[in-house]
């Protein structure tokens, strides 16, 4: 029997995605915004496609704001555009 592929809902895009398609990006309990490679951080998180435009949209809409509850600085904006250039 073939083990079954976790999917998860991209905010942006709406698209179910395997996991291993997404990048995690999670609010911890202190507040801070970090991308979890490793999907087990704690905290509330949001997944996002792995691609550029999903990443632009992402910014423009506010959406990774609204689902992770915070505001969400360049800076965090740019490791995650880095993260997805590198792959």
């Given amino acids: 029997m073939q083990k079954k592929i976790p999917l998860r809902t991209c905010c942006v895009s ?8 997404l990048l995690r990006i999670v609010r ?12 087990k951080k704690n905290g509330r998180g ?3 496609k792995k691609d550029l435009a999903v990443l632009e949209k992402a910014k423009k809409s506010k959406a990774l704001d609204r689902a992770l509850e915070v505001t969400i600085t360049e800076q965090v904006y740019d490791e995650i555009k880095n993260m997805i250039a590198g792959d």
Avoid: H, Q, S
């Fill in 46 to 48: 949001a997944y996002l």
């Fill in 14 to 21: 709406r698209e179910k995605l395997p996991k291993k398609d």
């Fill in 28 to 39: 911890t309990p202190e507040g801070n915004v970090e991308i979890d490679l490793t999907g």
